[in-house]
């Protein structure tokens, strides 16, 4: 097989795509069997458009990030503006728009308001982790090392964000990975790891945490991260007090709290951050996606005054922060933060996350009401998972065929939907719907007629 391309016969994106790019998670064979990626050129609102001219409602909103939508001339502008200002300085020194971006980080996280910046999520957990190691050495702790996370949990793709993932089919050939990572148990009620039923099972999933440190001696556990939702291990909503236990045994420990708020941050939970609501109090907080709503790389992990204050000490003490990136803060990203942050509250999108949310979960439980297929159904804001499973006792999980199947259905009818992948072997079975925050309720309802047909014809046809 050759993906060789004779570019003297006027070869297509598509030819030149097969032949140079190198897709995340996706299996290129299927590429030399007809089968092309869809070239997206351009977009509006929750609406993309390919290159062939057809239009996709996006209810992945790109990686989930596109909080804002496509085609936000204000964003635009902010970019081009700090583009002729000041194209890049590095936060070795410093520049308005970062000062100004982790002002207003700050503002809305009174409690973290010591901002690191970096470019994607998976930094943003590296430079917690990093941070909170050297903390505990700095205060005579040296073995406090060690980071929990959990079981389905998704931390990012470097490898130490990765051995924080709890997803084996992520991890299984790029291990070893770094030691001094370990995960517990979800608050999985559908599939509870302990068969037990809220609230009489008085939370074992957060006690794990519990149980882990014990075992571990408290002594050498850093710190727990957690996702408030988790995302990415298929929308997996918490109860009410989870995180608010999961917080009092990190203090109860002397643990360290990290809440990744990657995908959760800037209102796709109803919130502009999803912790806040539940009233706990983070030591470190990290966000990437929403922030710049995708349309410039940039990542953040807020830190408390307390870890802060760790890192003062003489010039050659070697307490500072040994961590740098070349465009962590970068201008032009931190200008079209800032515009995008801008447009979030003018146009209250939080709000609209929430009410849009709802609606989005009541439509699609009234229409998969009698679908065999559908587990469970649960969200928060607009991110919103249906698990699918081949008998509803049994709760056994479709395979990554018929997952397959249906999404390809979908997009064939002009939808573009996210779904797990790679997370436990034969168990990706989550729909995931995360569309720009802005998506109207014309759309939503749009959106929930194609993927009841999508799974609808797919179950009655598997081979489809
Ligand atoms: C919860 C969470 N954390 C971290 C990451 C990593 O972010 P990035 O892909 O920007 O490195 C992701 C990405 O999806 C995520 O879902």
């Known amino acids: 097989m050759s993906l060789r391309i004779d570019m003297q016969s006027h070869p297509t994106l598509h030819d030149l795509d097969r032949a140079h790019i190198w897709h995340p998670l996706t299996q290129h064979q299927i590429f ?152 517990v148990s979800q608050p999985y009620c559908y599939r509870c790891p302990f068969q037990l039923s809220y609230p009489s099972c008085h939370l074992q999933c957060a006690e794990d945490f519990a149980r882990r440190i014990e075992i571990e001696d408290p002594d050498t556990v850093a710190a727990i991260i957690i996702e408030p939702v988790t995302a990415g291990g298929g929308v997996i909503v918490p ?32 919130s502009m951050f999803a912790h806040t609501p539940y009233g706990i109090r983070p030591d470190i907080i990290t966000m990437a996606k929403g922030l710049a709503s995708g349309y410039m790389p940039i990542s953040a992990t807020a830190f408390s005054q307390d870890i802060f204050d760790t890192f003062l000490g003489e010039m050659d003490s070697g307490r500072h922060l040994r961590h740098v990136n070349t465009f962590g803060g970068h201008p032009v990203a931190a200008a079209v933060a800032l515009a995008n942050l801008e447009v979030i509250e003018s146009e209250h999108l939080c709000e609209r996350s929430q009410q849009a949310g709802q609606q989005l979960l009541h439509q699609l439980q009234d229409a998969l009401a009698n679908v065999p297929a559908v587990g469970d159904i649960r969200g928060m804001g607009l991110l919103v998972g249906v698990e699918l499973v081949t008998d509803r006792q049994t709760k056994k999980p479709v395979s990554n065929q018929v997952m397959r199947a249906i999404t390809q259905y979908a997009l064939q009818r002009g939808i573009i939907l996210g779904k797990a992948s790679d997370v436990e072997h034969q168990r990706n079975n989550v729909l995931m719907f995360a569309p720009p925050l802005v998506i109207t309720d014309d759309e939503i309802t749009q959106l929930v007629t194609i993927i009841r047909e999508a799974i609808i014809t797919v179950m009655e046809n598997p081979r489809i």
């Open 32 to 183: 030399t069997e007809g089968s092309t990626p869809l070239i997206i050129v351009g977009g509006h609102g929750s609406t993309v458009i390919s290159q062939d001219g057809r239009a996709f409602l996006d209810a992945a909103a790109g990686l989930w990030c596109v909080n804002v939508g496509y085609g936000r001339q204000e964003l635009a502008e902010a970019g081009s503006k700090q583009l002729y200002e000041l194209a890049y300085y590095p936060l070795i020194q410093s520049h308005p728009r970062a000062i100004e971006l982790s002002t207003r980080l700050a503002g809305y996280l009174p409690d973290t308001p010591h901002i690191y910046f970096s470019n994607s999520g998976s930094e943003a957990n590296e430079v917690a982790f990093k941070a909170v190691r050297q903390y505990w050495k700095q205060k005579g702790k040296p073995s406090k090392i060690k980071i929990l996370s959990r079981f389905r949990g998704y931390h990012g793709t470097t490898l130490g964000a990765l051995a924080a993932t709890g997803q084996p089919e992520r991890r299984r050939d790029y291990e070893p990975l770094p030691p001094g990572f370990l995960q």
């Open 239 to 270: 109860p009410v007090d989870y995180l608010q236990r999961v917080e009092g045994i990190a203090h109860e420990y002397n643990v360290k709290l990290i809440v990744d708020e990657v995908v959760t941050g800037f209102g796709r939970l109803g």
